[in-house]
């Protein structure tokens, strides 16, 4: 009798103790959702996600598997029609002799990708605001979705951002349309140092805790961004956490600890994306993968080119280290941000246009960067853009893949 007394009491406190345990573990619960509220259960969320959960969550901005596919019309535009495009880019202007690169598209499988309509585009704009913002590939896609445009309605070039002019503003008069490129390779505050011809004279000083206003300004009264960093963070430069050096990347003679490009790419990037996911902002928001690049038989500074004149096959061009290191920490941070971004109904979607431009070996400016670089001399040791991509040419596609997620899903 005492012994089933003592286990009756036992059992008693125990389940008064749970009682209790169960209780703590509802205040809690109610306290963390609470104060969930204002510092973002989102971050919380996201650490807890496995890998399985974050590949569906980027599964649901990822581009399609396509395919480059024959277009036997060509380009919207020709390098004669547009005034926008800069020399560099300018291929046909500049004698290149072949011109298959025009008459290609990206057609992705299983799905259909309308062609970009400039006018139907711009109706969809009116009274908006675009920005691009990046290096000086943003610029180069800036170029082509001009063009585009400009077989509707000719803009207006209103305003310089900045005195070296590699900030620009144009207004499309018909539809209140403004189309603004701003430059900003790293994201973050930067001092950069290069002489006229875009070569470095010293390290960059990169603030990776310190977000660029040259865009962050503009931030909020923007209807549509499309922001993209990458090549950028390549470069020799001393990193500031803190108001103080926290190391650097190619700094030989310096005596500060060599932390690479990989932890400087990381920490700015988790910088701007974690601006974007908590900012409230009410239009759409891409984030834009860097684009790869295809030299061949060494790089840009000592003797690479791309001599490629059609679309490589699927499988047949592997995509470099380098860019494959920044690629994946693009993703990463993508990942972590999206989650953030849909608690707080931030609009942010991933642009994954690495893997698209990966099989366009050809459609890049190589020599004819400059203007006719083999007029004088046919065997004339020249340098190659295997980097930036020729207008029009394959960038064109880009704009495809955006009208259609933002104007033809609405529509």
């Not at 202007?93 to 008459?103: A, E, I, Q, T, V």
């Not at 690479?304 to 993703?331: F, N, R």
């Amino acid at each position: 009798m005492i012994g089933n007394w003592n286990s009756w009491s036992l059992n008693k406190h125990c389940h008064i103790l749970l009682k209790l345990a169960v209780a703590i573990l509802l205040l809690g619960f109610t306290f963390r959702l609470f104060v969930a509220h204002y510092k973002g259960f989102a971050s919380d969320l996201e650490s807890h996600m496995s890998d399985k959960e974050r590949e569906r969550e980027r599964d649901k901005h990822q581009m399609p598997l396509g395919d480059w596919v024959p277009n036997p019309w060509g380009p919207a535009y020709t390098n004669g029609s547009c005034p926008w495009i800069e020399d560099h880019q300018n291929c046909m202007r500049n004698g290149r002799p072949d011109s298959g690169y025009l008459y290609w598209k990206w057609e992705p499988r299983h799905c259909q990708l309308p062609p970009f309509n400039a006018h139907t585009f711009l109706e969809f704009m009116r009274n908006k605001a675009w920005a691009l913002v990046g290096d000086s590939i943003s610029r180069n896609h800036v170029q082509s979705l001009l063009c585009m445009l400009s077989t509707v309605d000719r803009p207006l070039q209103v305003y310089y951002h900045t005195e070296d002019n590699k900030s620009r503003r144009w207004h499309f008069p018909s539809y209140n349309l403004t189309v603004i490129n701003i430059w900003s390779p790293f994201l973050v505050k930067a001092s950069i140092f290069e002489d006229i011809n875009g070569v470095s004279t010293a390290q960059v000083q990169l603030h990776l805790d310190k977000l660029d206003n040259a865009w962050t300004d503009i931030y909020q009264s923007l209807d549509y961004m499309i922001i993209s960093s990458g090549q950028w963070f390549l470069k020799a430069a001393i990193y500031h956490e803190n108001d103080t050096i926290a190391g650097c990347h190619l700094c030989p003679g310096k005596n500060l600890t060599e932390i690479g490009f990989e932890y400087a790419y990381n920490k700015a990037l988790r910088y701007v994306m974690d601006f974007i996911a908590r900012s409230k902002h009410k239009g759409l928001i891409f984030f834009r993968t860097s684009a790869p690049d295809h030299f061949e038989n060494g790089e840009w500074h000592n003797g690479g080119s791309c001599p490629k004149t059609s679309p490589a096959k699927e499988g047949e061009v592997k995509i470099k280290e380098l860019c494959k290191i920044l690629h994946d920490i693009e993703l990463q941070e993508f990942d972590k941000a999206a989650a953030k971004a849909a608690y707080n109904d931030v609009n942010l979607k991933l642009l994954d246009f690495t893997k698209l431009l990966l099989s366009r070996p050809d459609a890049h400016p190589g020599p004819y960067r400059q203007f006719r670089p083999f007029e004088e001399n046919k065997t004339a040791v020249v340098q190659n853009d295997c980097l930036h991509w020729c207008i029009p040419g394959a960038i064109d596609s880009w704009n495809d893949v955006i009208m259609d997620i933002v104007v033809n899903a609405n529509g």
